[in-house]
């Protein structure tokens, strides 16, 4: 193997002089008295190879030496990997026994010696590929399946598989040979490099099933696709990351991977100790189950911070190849971006725009590019939805990092700082969000005929509704409550109600906090009735006054038990108070 | 921290700028420390043989033949129960006259706590500012500075909170701090016989700005030592932060470094996130609380640095001069405390959420009847009572000066509740009103 010596030292940026071929992305070790700091070539010039160091380099010298290893960033990919606690590089953060995390410790992040119950799947003779199923073990709840590594090229005829029984991930449950006759023994685990995608599949069409959030103002205005992207940018405090909690505890999807990536360590601590409590209403098992956590908050190296969405990608994609639905969700992509200007700035390079780099636009479009909904070669089904939060600096959407994701994402949820200062939560922006997935044959196709025949029509419908509702109000802000005529009154407050029982919505709330989609279509059947009827009023405070009451009786519904006595008691008042109403219903 | 003797003596300096040094030294540690004559300076860049320093006392003088020593260390800071009580500069040095601290030497800005060992904050600190207690309650482990105009009387209300907060430990660090400022402090801690709990590092208006760069890790140095190894509750106060960033840019804009917004390095958020990460609840009891002062320039709070430094603490609270009573208020509409929730109705009375909300939505509604009345329209009776119930509110409650206890300040919201309104008025739940709507005599 190639080897090197330290010949510069600019914070994590570490100058090597090295005296072999190295390639490009590929991780080193540089020795610092007994430990060994983990780095990775990011650019190489002449005989100088220059790295960025996933740890702090204080009291690094010239002259160290440093050791190629000649492969690059690789996850660890086998059984295991659900629940657990990882930081941006797949260290176990459970196996670090300090309190502090220490320079160089890296910790396996599988376990060698426990015992899994392997079940084979496929036989002796058939012909497999990278990503063939060959068998599975039971991780938690999920059918883990062994598959011929996402490294090996070509076809492969099985001539030996395990039987049934128990085994560790290191011994060897298949034997397969290539075209030449080489045999090669496959265990459970396998490593890949996470910049790299990982391609086991036979094609990856436009998504179109709709995936189910639990969050109103995503499910019933701008919905999502299993294998779908989106973003959500907002200002500090608009609710990015309770947005993104919520998500990961009601979002249905079979494994849940949460990369904090460079943001606050006790909103990670929030899901350690919530999710190994809280259930999981479809399968009646605990949160914590179906996820994984990558946490590298904002005060861990900068360099693993870049790593760690990388990292929680590829593991997304091995889950996937599994015929598995992934919600993968990053909070924040922008300390991600932030992490890459540090070095490029370290490096001196020609910065592009804010001194982010220039290729910036290009990294992050192929990163959401891994996402997708994908056929495997068996036939099944597997898909990545990914949602990543946006920190915009001074909540001023025209920065590189907000424009570049826009130009790849298909789901926009702008969160507001208006809309948080005045608590309507979540603060997504209904009128300036969207998502591009409406338009898609495919997806309105799946909606017809698993949700609804008027589920899109209903989505534009409300949608015009809220345009005109702010139309008028803005008329009577500036013309005045008797300025205009009452009818503006009435377009705003039905817009409102959309607003107050649709779009609002109590994160913090037991019942409220997620409402399946047949709630909701029963919710927005009857706000659509509400807001189709024709109503007489004598003056504007009487419009108000009486769109109040509907709003607070629709409200207590929406924290009610679905369908409970108290829900249909709540129903019969709305009733009352809609017929006692003199309307005209539309002809 | 002396020079040892067989240490090489360099006395050929290649570059000077007004942040750094640059020389050819060899065998030198990323980090190290060096003295420039008698000037401290720090290593920040190594290419081959060429060495750049950091010189925190700026390099004003400074000659091309000036001895340079290096410490063959990082910067350190002794630690130990005798840090008690003292007065220290950035570099962990006596101000106050006493004798040098004994204790074990730790490097400053050390790792950061495992994530999986933090234990969720959930204790709050009571400040008897119902202003902060009622609306913005704090919690041990939380990190949120005040944002602040410069004229504000942030050093004020940090100095009472961190005397009434049943801190075990406090720890100022002082950035840029006026003469008069500290002596403020000093004078407060004294008066209050708390001298014995403080600990303070400061850096004063007199002192060269890039020593500021050591003040908040010095700071923390400091409670980590209390905190981890005698499981003590510690108060870090960091004032001013603004100073602190504009240290850090002054240093990389020395480096040749490109700036990216406000002429703030692109580090910026990773260099506060390394500082304000290090308040923790540890799950042997200690913790660190960070209450910091950033300062803003016109209340422009978009400007990099309180950007910066809202994207990483948990909430923020701002001061605000209340003119229908003339006194400075804890402005209940913008400031946040994202940790609220898990103190409130918990340390508290459960009917705290409730009374809170109702009581600034109906302050809310007092400032629209104001911008009512000052754009000429009449007022209802419901207004009237409003801008009634929002100056005793803001006078007993939100104003700085008030110091009560957790139940005391609920139990005065629910006797001006009932004197201005009806408990319908209110909307809080029909079993609070039952339980605590005062009852007529
Ligand atoms: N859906 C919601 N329901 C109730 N409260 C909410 C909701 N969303 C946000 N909040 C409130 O807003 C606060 C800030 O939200 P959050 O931490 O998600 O902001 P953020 O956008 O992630 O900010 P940052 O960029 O600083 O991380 C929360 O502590 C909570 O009080
Ligand atoms: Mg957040």
Same mark, same amino acid.
């Given at each position: ?587 | ?54 010189? $925190?006392? =700026?390099?004003? *003088? %400074?000659?091309? /033949? ?6 063959? +260390?990082? !910067? ?49 600190? $009571?400040? =008897?500012?119902? *202003? %902060?207690?009622? /609306? ?6 939380? +990190?949120? !500075? ?296």
């Amino acid at each position: 193997m190639t080897k090197g010596l330290v010949a510069g030292i600019i914070s994590n940026l570490v100058i090597v002089e090295v005296d072999g071929p190295v390639s490009q992305n590929e991780i080193c070790y540089i020795k610092i008295g007994d430990t060994k700091l983990m780095a990775e070539i990011i650019k190489i010039m002449g005989s100088k190879a220059y790295v960025q160091v996933f740890e702090s380099t204080r009291n690094l010298r010239i002259g160290a030496s440093v050791e190629f290893t000649g492969h690059m960033l690789e996850a660890t990919l086998g059984p295991g990997i659900l629940s657990k606690n990882f930081d941006g590089l797949q260290n176990d953060l459970d196996k670090m026994k300090d309190v502090f995390l220490k320079r160089g410790e890296y910790t396996n992040p599988l376990e060698d010696d426990k015992l899994w119950h392997f079940k084979p799947l496929a036989k002796v003779g058939e012909l497999v590929e990278a990503g063939s199923w060959l068998g599975e073990v039971t991780e938690n709840w999920i059918p883990h399946k062994i598959m011929v590594p996402f490294k090996f090229e070509g076809k492969y005829t099985i001539k030996e598989i395990s039987a049934e029984g128990q085994y560790t991930i290191h011994d060897p449950i298949a034997k397969v040979v290539d075209n030449n006759g080489k045999a090669q023994n496959i265990t459970m685990v396998q490593k890949w490099p996470v910049k790299v995608a990982i391609r086991a599949y036979k094609a990856k069409p436009r998504p179109f099933r709709m995936m189910e959030t639990g969050i109103r103002c995503i499910d019933s205005l701008n919905p999502i696709v299993e294998g779908g992207t989106g973003f959500t940018p907002g200002p500090f405090g608009t609710g990015k990351t309770v947005l993104q909690h919520a998500l990961s505890k009601h979002a249905e999807a079979d494994m849940i991977i949460v990369a904090a990536c460079g943001e606050r360590a006790n909103e990670v601590v929030e899901i350690f100790t919530e999710f190994p409590e809280l259930e999981d209403p479809r399968t009646g098992r605990k949160l914590m189950e179906r996820t994984t956590i990558i946490a590298n908050t904002s005060n861990m190296p900068v360099a693993a911070r870049e790593a760690s969405v990388y990292t929680a990608m590829t593991i997304a994609e091995y889950y996937r190849s599994m015929g598995l639905k992934i919600l993968m969700l990053a909070d924040s992509t922008s300390r991600w971006a932030q992490a890459l200007r540090e070095m490029s700035n370290r490096m001196e390079e020609l910065p592009g725009q804010d001194a982010y780099p220039m290729d910036l636009p290009a990294i992050i479009s192929n990163f959401y590019s891994r996402a997708g909904f994908v056929y495997l070669p068996n036939g099944a089904t597997g898909s990545i939805t990914f949602i990543g939060a946006v920190s915009p600096a001074g909540g001023n959407l025209k920065e590189p990092v907000t424009e570049s994701t826009k130009k790849v994402a298909r789901c926009f949820y702008a969160l507001s700082q208006q809309r948080a200062d005045s608590k309507r939560y979540p603060a997504v922006d209904p009128i300036d969000s969207y998502s591009k997935y409406l338009e898609y044959d495919e997806f309105i196709e799946y909606i017809n005929e698993n949700v609804s025949k008027q589920w899109i029509d209903q989505i534009h419908y409300v949608r015009n509704l809220l345009i005109r509702g702010k139309e008028a109000s803005e008329q009577i802000n500036i013309l005045g409550d008797d300025g205009v005529p009452i009818e503006y009154h009435i377009r705003y407050w039905k817009s409102e109600v959309f607003d107050y029982v649709i779009l609002q919505q109590d994160a913090f709330d037991k019942i409220d906090s997620s409402t399946p989609i047949g709630r909701q279509k029963f919710m927005m059947e009857i706000i659509i009735r509400i807001i189709k009827r024709d109503y007489d009023f004598d003056s504007f405070e009487d419009v108000s006054k009486y769109f109040r009451s509907v709003i607070n009786i629709l409200k207590q519904m929406n924290y009610s038990e679905f369908k409970s006595d108290e829900f249909i008691k709540f129903e019969a008042e709305l009733e009352e108070i809609l017929t006692k109403r003199k309307v005209a219903e539309p002809a | 921290m002396e020079t040892q003797a067989f240490q090489k003596i360099y006395t050929k300096i290649d570059q000077i700028t007004k942040a750094t040094c640059s020389l050819r030294a060899k065998g030198i540690g990323y980090d190290e420390l060096a003295y420039i004559g008698d000037r401290l300076a720090q290593v920040v860049k190594i290419i081959g043989d060429l060495v750049t320093l950091q010189v $925190f006392g =700026g390099t004003e *003088g %400074i000659p091309t /033949n000036a001895e340079v020593t290096f410490l063959g +260390k990082a !910067p350190t800071l002794k630690v130990g129960d005798d840090l008690a009580g003292r007065f220290f500069n950035a570099y962990g040095d006596p101000i106050d006259g006493g004798p040098a601290v004994q204790g074990k030497e730790v490097e400053i800005g050390g790792p950061s706590v495992n994530p999986v060992q933090r234990k969720k904050p959930s204790n709050m600190i $009571f400040t =008897g500012i119902a *202003g %902060i207690d009622m /609306n913005n309650s704090l919690v041990t482990g939380q +990190k949120i !500075p005040f944002f602040a105009d410069p004229d504000q009387p942030y050093n004020v209300v940090m100095a009472m909170v961190a005397l009434r907060a049943k801190a075990d430990k406090i720890i100022l660090g002082g950035m840029g701090l006026t003469n008069d400022d500290y002596l403020f402090y000093k004078n407060v801690f004294d008066n209050a016989g708390a001298l014995d709990r403080i600990i303070s590092f400061v850096n004063t208006t007199d002192d060269p700005p890039v020593e500021r760069l050591l003040i908040p890790d010095m700071a923390l140095t400091a409670a980590e030592y209390f905190a981890v190894e005698k499981n003590e509750t510690v108060l870090v106060l960091l004032t001013d932060m603004t100073l602190f960033a504009d240290a850090l840019a002054i240093v990389s804009n020395r480096m040749d470094q490109i700036p990216s917004k406000d002429s703030m390095p692109g580090s910026l958020y990773s260099d506060l996130a390394r500082i304000y990460e290090k308040a923790v609840q540890l799950p042997s009891g200690g913790s660190i609380t960070i209450i910091a002062v950033t300062t803003l320039s016109g209340g422009d709070i978009t400007h990099a640095i309180p950007d910066n430094t809202g994207y990483i603490t948990e909430g923020q609270l701002y001061l605000r001069r209340d003119t229908d009573i003339a006194k400075v208020i804890v402005d209940p509409f913008r400031s946040l405390s994202r940790l609220k929730q898990n103190v409130i109705g918990k340390d508290t009375r459960s009917d705290h959420a409730q009374v809170m909300n109702a009581a600034i939505r109906l302050y809310a509604e007092a400032a629209n009847a104001k911008t009512k009345l000052e754009n000429g329209f009449d007022l209802t009776d419901f207004d009237e009572r409003s801008l009634n119930f929002a100056k005793e509110y803001s006078n007993d409650l939100l104003a700085i000066d008030v110091n009560i206890g957790a139940i005391e300040m609920l139990d005065l919201t629910w006797k001006l509740f009932a004197r201005y309104f009806t408990s319908q008025e209110v909307g809080i739940k029909k079993e609070f009103v039952d339980k605590y709507w005062p009852k007529k005599d």
